[in-house]
C-alpha cells in the first residue's frame, strides 16, 4: 500500500520562471514526508508533478522505481486532496467516498461496504447518509482522506489541507492524519507553509526557498541543526545578530556585532568570506541580575511581558534601542521581571548558531 518517491534533477520552468530548481530527494515507502516553504517556493509544483498535472522541464520522477513521463495523472498510484477538498455537495457521505470506485465500475454494493470501512478507519461511523453540509470542518477532512484512500493510492498528496481550519481543530487534525497515516502506511507527501504542522506531524521534512531545497532532515533537526540562515529564520523564532566571524576554536568562533563579541557554534559553510548571521533562539535565552561565567551577556532593559498561556514572551531592549525576546515556561517558579528592569540578557554558546546568510546561501547554489 506505499511506494518511495524519487525526485531526480527535478525542474519547473514557466517561461522564463524557473519554479523549482534541480530538487534532488527520494522519500521512502511509508514515510509522513512535508515539503515546508513560504508562498512562491515551489513547493506546490512539487506536488502537482508528481501527481502528474505538471510536467518537469528536466529532470525524472519514479514512483515505486517506474518513471512517471508520459503517464497520465490517473493513471498514476497516488491520490490528491486539494486545499479546497471538493467534496460534492449533492451526494451524501459515502457516495462521495466511493466515487472513484464508481468511475471505475465497481457495483454499488462493494462501494458502499468499501465506504463503511473507510468510515470506520477515519473515525467516522455512522455518518454515511449524511449530507456533505451536515459535516463540521474535521468531518469534511476525514471525508476526503476516505475518499482519497477509496482508490487504494499508494502516495497520497496533500496540499495544505488544514489552512482552512481553526487553531484548536488544526491542532486536532494533525493527529488524526498522523494516525491515519500509521495505520494504513501509505507514504504521505504534505505541503504546508505552517511550521507547527511540518514538525509535528512529519517523519522528514525538506525546508524550500526559491524553488531550491534548503535542508532535508527529521524535524528535530531541522529545529536545533539548521543549515543555514533561511532555515534558523524560518523554522522558529530568533534573536539575530549580524557581524563578523572572528578566530574559530574546536568548532566554536569569535562572532564580533554591534552589540558586543559573542561566541557561539560554527555551522556548515561558514567561513570570514561569507556574509553570516549569529542566531539565537528565546527559548535559550535567560534573564538574570549578573552574567554567568561562560555565557554571552548583554545589559538590557526590560521593555515588555507578553503573557501566553503556557509561556511567556519578554521583550528586551539594549543600549542600541535593539529588542530582543527571552522566552520563559509559565511554570510559576521563575520570577517575571517588571517593565523597566535593568538586567543581563544571556545566552550558551553551544546553544547559539553562526551560519551562513539566506541570500548568501541561494546565490551560493544557483551559480
Not at 63 to 87: E, S, V, Y
Not at 108 to 114: I, Q, S
Not at 199 to 224: H, T
Not at 259 to 282: D, E, H, M, W
Amino acid at each position: 500500500m506505499s511506494a518511495a518517491v524519487e525526485l531526480a534533477g527535478v525542474s519547473a520552468d514557466f517561461g522564463k520562471f524557473r519554479a523549482v530548481d534541480r530538487v534532488n530527494v527520494t522519500i521512502e515507502p511509508g514515510e509522513f514526508f512535508s515539503f515546508l516553504g513560504p508562498s512562491g517556493c515551489g513547493k506546490t509544483t512539487i506536488l502537482r508533478m508528481i501527481s502528474g498535472f505538471v510536467d518537469p522541464s528536466e529532470g525524472a520522477i519514479r514512483i515505486g522505481g517506474q518513471d512517471m513521463k508520459g503517464i497520465r495523472p490517473n493513471k498514476r498510484p497516488t491520490a490528491l486532496i486539494f486545499q479546497n477538498l471538493a467534496l460534492f455537495p449533492l451526494m451524501p457521505v459515502w457516495e462521495n467516498i466511493s466515487f472513484g470506485l464508481e468511475v471505475r465500475g465497481v457495483d454499488a454494493a462493494k462501494r458502499r461496504a468499501k465506504a463503511e470501512e473507510l468510515l470506520q478507519l477515519v473515525d467516522l461511523p455512522g455518518v454515511a447518509d449524511r449530507r456533505i453540509a451536515q459535516l463540521s470542518g474535521g468531518q469534511k477532512q476525514r471525508v476526503a482522506i476516505a475518499r482519497a484512500l477509496a482508490v487504494e493510492p499508494k502516495v497520497m498528496l496533500l496540499d495544505e489541507p488544514l489552512s482552512a481550519l481553526d487553531l484548536k481543530l488544526r491542532q486536532h487534525m494533525r493527529a488524526e492524519l498522523r494516525a491515519i497515516q500509521k495505520r494504513t502506511n501509505v507514504t504521505f507527501i504534505y505541503i504546508t507553509h505552517d511550521q507547527g504542522e511540518a514538525l509535528a506531524m512529519s517523519d522528514r521534512v525538506a525546508v524550500m526557498s526559491q524553488g531550491k531545497l534548503q535542508q532535508v532532515a527529521k524535524p528535530q533537526d531541522i529545529y536545533n541543526n539548521p543549515a543555514n540562515g533561511f532555515v534558523a529564520a524560518f523554522v522558529g523564532e530568533n534573536n539575530v545578530f549580524a557581524g563578523e566571524l572572528g578566530q574559530v576554536s574546536d568548532g566554536i568562533g569569535e562572532f564580533k556585532t554591534g552589540s558586543g563579541t559573542f561566541r557561539a557554534k560554527v555551522g556548515a559553510g561558514v567561513s570570514a568570506g561569507t556574509i553570516n548571521k549569529l542566531y539565537v533562539r528565546p527559548e535559550y535565552s535567560t534573564l538574570g541580575p549578573e552574567p554567568k561565567s561562560g555565557a554571552n551577556s548583554i545589559q538590557v532593559e526590560v521593555a515588555d511581558v507578553a503573557f501566553e498561556g503556557n509561556f511567556i514572551n519578554i521583550t528586551v531592549r539594549n543600549g542600541d534601542g535593539r529588542n530582543l525576546t527571552v522566552e520563559t515556561r509559565n511554570d510559576g517558579i521563575v520570577a517575571i521581571p517588571p517593565a523597566g528592569s535593568r538586567l543581563n540578557f544571556m545566552f550558551d554558546p553551544a546553544k547559539a548558531l553562526i551560519l551562513a546568510d539566506a541570500s548568501a546561501h541561494q546565490a551560493g547554489a544557483r551559480a
